[in-house]
Nanobody, 125 residues
Framework: QLQLVESGGGLVQTGGSLTLSCAAS????????VGWFRQTPGKGREAIFC????????EYEDDVKGRFTSSRDNDKNTASLQLNNLKTEDTAVYYC??????????????????WGQGTQVTVSS
């Protein structure tokens, strides 16, 4: 069974940092792209970033450029998203997702087949 388990969300003040982790089981994450999405109340799930652990990546949110960075730990079969210099508008539920194929990034939620359970990030002023 393909599964993604997220961790690392929480409450942080403006300007703070958090690291979100996305641990995969049942499949080798090296053969997949990982997408990061976020969702706020009343809005749909929106794509932030997608990467394959190598040089291929797509950034979908201009506001997070230079503040959010992704990484992989292949030994742990895990992807991470480092959130720096957080703003109150970054408050959302964050999701990771996996899609087979190393060049298959997409901003469309419907294109992704495997999702994490989501983790809440709350940024206070």
């Amino acid at each position: 069974q393909l599964q993604l388990v997220e961790s690392g969300g929480g409450l942080v003040q403006t300007g703070g940092s958090l690291t979100l982790s996305c641990a995969a089981s049942g499949f080798n994450l090296e053969n997949y792209v990982v997408g990061w999405f976020r969702q706020t109340p009343g809005k749909g799930r929106e794509a932030i970033f997608c990467e394959n652990g190598g040089t291929y990546y797509m950034e979908y949110e201009d506001d997070v450029k230079g503040r959010f960075t992704s990484s992989r730990d292949n030994d742990k079969n895990t992807a991470s998203l480092q959130l720096n210099n957080l703003k109150t508008e970054d408050t959302a539920v964050y999701y990771c997702a996996a899609r087979e194929g190393r060049l298959h990034c997409s901003h469309r939620v419907s294109d992704w087949t495997t999702w994490g359970q989501g983790t809440q990030v709350t940024v206070s002023s």
